[in-house]
């Protein structure tokens, strides 16, 4: 199961309280006070972490808890220091603090997300909920004129709150477009990826990421996003759920069915999901993007191709075919000038 986005809530451990303890020995039977201080609650921790890629873990464990800190003890000992608890999130997860609040004009309840980290590079470490602080033990109390102080004080509370985690999958390059254009087949074919493929819509229903190698120690991510359809930025469909994965890519790849082979306008497909994803996003709509004509070895494609060039004069376009891989060669090298990069290889 593919968990993307989910609620939370989470506690840190409360401090431990200081101690109210008085030194009692055999040649000093008043020693005076000698409470210790509490210990430390433990924090909860988001720690970024490359084995995972869906935030599932929490829909079975919605609740992210510290343990508290121990008492203080007597001959001025220090309660214990209760540790951190860690969790790991996949690279990209964004954090919001989900508010709740009363709108003025209607007295409602209304509840707004409020982002705080985004947490995108393996072993970041995020500290959500900070443990509280220990108490004091009553040697603290002690002075001239108050010799046995019966003070101590409570640890602090940790901190606690409900949280929203969203998945937002990150890639050089996100393949957007109509269900059945064709994206997972050309993931598969362009990198080590194995999608769902079959010849019915949503077939993919959940991002997937793809490496794509270039030679020569380089290489690249591709994304292929579950298929749009018109009113997604209000989101209908799939919407939104797929929508916010895309807003990471640095250049948008829009694959095209250019034979219609389900019927529709290949032109029209291309001004509708452009429209979508500006809808949703003006500054997604302002990243590079291409045009993937996609399918032209069936019949009727050609011509849909050259209107596809006539209407989006100013767009760089690639007829392919992705069954068939043709044209793929020229496009893996417009992809290695444009998201290749070097990487270290392991010794």
């Known amino acids: 199961m593919f ?11 409360k401090g431990g309280d200081g101690s109210m303890h008085f030194h009692r020995g055999k040649f000093r039977p008043k020693g005076g006070p000698d409470g210790g201080d509490g210990g430390r609650g433990g924090d909860v921790i988001l720690k970024v972490d490359s084995s995972t ?16 800190g121990h008492k203080g003890g007597g001959n001025l000992c220090t309660g214990q220091s209760a540790d951190n608890e860690i969790f790991k999130v996949p690279s990209g997860t964004v954090v919001s603090k989900i508010i709740e609040e009363e709108d003025p004009e209607t007295g409602d309840i209304v509840t707004r ?11 970041q470490e995020f500290v959500l909920c900070k443990g509280g602080k220990g108490g ?4 603290h109390f002690k002075t001239s004129t108050h010799q046995a102080p019966r003070e101590f004080t409570p640890g602090d509370e940790g901190e606690e709150g409900f949280f929203h985690f969203e998945l937002r999958s990150i890639a050089d390059a996100g393949f ?7 994206k997972s087949t050309l993931l598969s074919k362009l990198s080590a990826a194995r999608p769902k493929i079959a010849n019915y819509p949503f077939t993919t229903l959940q991002p997937m990421v793809g490496v794509i190698h270039f030679g020569d120690h ?40 250019a034979a219609g082979t389900e019927g529709r306008d290949p032109v029209a497909d291309l001004e509708i999901v452009r429209k979508e994803v500006s809808l949703y996003s003006k500054e997604l709509s302002k990243r590079p993007w291409f045009i993937l004509a996609n399918k032209i070895d069936v019949e009727g494609a050609e ?3 050259e209107r596809i060039k ?17 044209g793929l060669d020229k496009l893996r090298a417009f992809l290695d000038k444009k998201i290749g990069q070097t990487f270290e290889v392991l010794k």
């Open 3 to 13: 968990v993307d986005q989910i609620k939370v809530y989470a506690r840190a451990g």
């Open 53 to 68: 890629n869906t935030l599932r873990q929490f829909f079975f464990n919605a609740k992210l808890i510290a343990q508290d």
């Open 113 to 123: 997300y409020e982002p705080f980290a985004d947490l995108t590079d393996v072993g």
């Open 136 to 139: 004091k033990g009553n040697v």
């Open 176 to 182: 957007v477009g109509f269900p059945n254009a064709g």
């Open 218 to 257: 380089r290489r690249g991510t591709l994304a292929d996003i579950p298929g749009l359809i018109k009113g997604a930025h209000q989101n209908i469909g799939l919407g939104h759920d797929f929508l916010r994965h895309i807003m990471r890519c640095r250049i948008l790849l829009f694959v095209v069915d």
């Open 303 to 305: 011509e849909n191709v």
């Open 310 to 326: 006539d209407r989006f004069k100013r767009v760089k376009i690639f007829p392919i075919s992705a069954e068939s891989e043709q």
